[in-house]
């Protein structure tokens, strides 16, 4: 049984090669450069911080529609960050970069959709790391969830857009709550490779101090 | 390093398996096919699935008034909760240059004179995905238009109750949808007084004869009859009389077109004007893009409409614009809404066609083949165009 899934596995990701391959080079001449500079896993970053930090006022597929110049990419992410988008320089380098390199004036309509959908049915982030139980620090929880989940759940987690988490029955149900925050369900996005499982565990026992 | 890099292709390879679903179901012929089973013209087309904003297919437009639950929907932030829209919650505040400030519950409103007016309402942004080079926003295709019948009451005879003071010249109104970061500006817009004075101008809490669905701005929105859409605040529940126009991002810097005609790629424009207007526009809404049909005659039907001027003429060519056909304006002719127009093509030759149709207003503006690029990709009239095949 589990020599079948590792096989089928092996093939998919064969398969993901041939067709990574060929997604990699549909980019104009003029953006060429910068999806060089994009290596797989700067890609996986971006990605994790387009569901992170950019859809936490609107779903990503409004990111998706656009097709445009480095410039105009800059000026977006600008504006992003002025409205409030929680995001570094250096993560704002990175996503201009991708950004520009993947949605350029000269890519397809069809690329792909980065909606939550898509990330429920086929998941994309490490398993966590089976290192013995994490100890979370409640203080350390507090920063984390204002930086990361507050705009969606509400200040001290009462509910926003995302519902009400805490005194709420999923903090009695850990493995439930980690496979939430590192999948996504719907519109809470996948966490996976954007926080460390120390930063969850941090998140799960500041919530349930509360 | 190896983890992530298969990640990564997983998802590459996800999202190209996604391009072919979706590419699949919007293949036009397969949706021809459904369409008869389920009686309705088929999904709306989602642009962006949080904040909802979708289009309607334009095969909806053969028929004269857009059902509300086939509506466009359009806005920034998502309607509020519905508990701030209830009518138990709900009230209008009329405030600024105002002898008094005055509050209205939706009863105080319904007891008033109430009018009716039917109008296409059309987002400022439709067509922008027809733009050359692109330009960032909703990339809207066709269909983020609709023709209604909207009843409430005039502004004026809101704005009388509270009397308008002499140095009044904008009128400014908010709606109860909030951003989920309060860093994001409001929408926040306003009007010139004279189109808020007009007696066409209007606060409706209905929509073709139904109270506002919450998609549509209930309880209350702004209908400016002839103007954009982003004139018409939903989920309306303050109003401010002023002598200035409204500050803010979505009046100083959204929603305004360049004075002067820009080259295109321009990003930095110069002197601009509030979208206002809408421009002279049609659309084929039979047959439908990619449509097989029988050699014979075929009849084309469509809309057309002119904001505030009335559409006097529609064209067809079958010829990439070379000839002209006056295609008949057929139905009701009421100022505002959009005239149903049919033509009959005798197609002769098998073949692919391109049906293209321009409308002539009465001030003599006639749609160009494309559009004036500007930086926001506002108000496209370009000619429309539908792509056939004709086969034996």
């Known amino acids: 049984m589990v020599r079948r899934g590792q096989t089928m596995r092996f093939q998919a990701f064969a398969l993901c090669m041939i067709l990574g391959l060929v997604g990699l080079a549909v980019v104009t001449a003029a953006q060429e450069k910068d999806m060089e500079t994009v290596s797989p896993a700067l890609g996986l970053r971006a990605e994790g911080l387009i569901i992170a930090r950019c859809s936490v006022c609107h779903s990503a597929d409004l990111i998706a529609q656009q097709r445009l110049p480095r410039a105009r990419w800059e000026a977006t992410v600008e504006k992003m960050e002025h409205w409030g988008a929680e995001i570094s320089n250096d993560e704002a380098d990175l996503l201009v970069r991708y950004l520009s390199a993947r949605y350029h004036p000269g890519a397809p309509d069809q690329l792909l959709p980065l909606d939550s959908e898509l990330r429920k049915a086929e998941p994309l982030t490490q398993e966590p790391v089976a290192e013995g139980p994490l100890t979370g620090v409640a203080a350390r929880g507090a920063g984390i969830f204002e930086h990361n989940c507050q705009a969606c759940h509400g200040a001290m987690a009462i509910g926003g857009m995302g519902p009400k988490l805490v005194k709420t029955p999923i903090l009695k149900q850990e493995d439930l709550f980690w496979e939430t925050v590192l999948h996504g369900r719907g519109a809470m996005p996948a966490w996976g490779s954007v926080l460390s499982p120390q930063d969850i565990a941090d998140i799960f026992a500041w919530l349930s101090t509360k | ?392």
């Not at chain 2, 817009?189 to 209930?218: C, F, Q, V």
């Open chain 2, 1 to 392: 390093m190896t983890v992530a890099r298969r990640a990564w292709l997983k998802r590459l390879l996800n999202g190209l398996g996604a391009g072919f679903i979706v590419n699949y179901r919007l293949s036009p012929t397969q949706a021809g096919e459904e369409a008869p089973a389920s009686r309705e013209t088929g999904p709306l087309t989602v642009r962006v699935m949080r904040p909802y904003d979708a289009e309607t297919p334009v095969r909806e437009f053969t028929s004269y008034l857009t059902p509300n639950h086939r509506f466009f929907v359009r806005s920034h932030f998502g309607p509020p909760p519905p508990e701030a829209v209830s009518e138990v919650h709900w009230k209008l505040h009329v405030s600024g240059l105002v002898e008094r400030s005055q509050e209205f519950t939706l009863k105080d409103l319904r007891q008033m004179k109430a009018v009716t007016v039917t109008a296409v309402v059309q987002c400022s942004g439709n067509g922008r995905a027809f733009h050359r080079p692109k330009v960032p926003g909703v990339q809207w295709e066709r269909g983020a238009v609709g023709n209604a019948q909207w009843t409430g009451v005039r502004l004026r005879d809101v704005l009388a109750k509270a009397g308008v003071q002499t140095e009044a010249r904008h009128v400014q109104f908010q709606g109860a949808d909030r951003p989920v970061v309060a860093s994001v500006p409001l929408f926040v817009r306003s009007i010139p007084l004279e189109k808020a004075m007009h007696p066409d101008t209007i606060l409706a809490y209905e929509m073709n004869g139904r109270p506002l669905p919450l998609l549509h701005g209930a309880p209350l929105r702004v209908m400016t009859p002839g103007w954009m859409a982003d004139s018409c605040i939903k989920w309306l529940t303050e109003i401010a009389v002023q002598a200035e126009e409204a500050k803010g991002y979505y009046m100083q810097t959204a929603y305004r077109i360049p004075t002067k005609p820009l080259e295109p790629g321009i990003s930095a424009s110069g002197s601009s004007t509030p979208v206002e207007a809408m421009v002279v526009k049609s659309l084929v809404a039979a047959p439908q893009e990619g449509r097989t049909l029988q050699p014979g005659p075929v009849t084309i039907q469509g809309v057309a409409w002119g904001g505030e001027a009335k559409v006097v003429k529609v064209e067809v060519s079958i010829d990439e614009g070379k000839n002209w056909e006056p295609a008949r304006l057929v139905e009701e002719d009421r100022p505002y809404a959009w005239r149903q127009w049919q033509y009959v093509w005798n197609a002769e030759t098998t073949g692919m066609f391109t049906i293209l149709c321009r409308a002539t207003d009465a001030q003599g503006e006639t749609q160009p083949a494309t559009s004036p690029w500007n930086p926001s990709g506002f108000l496209w009239n370009g000619w429309d165009r539908v792509t056939v095949t004709v086969a034996a």
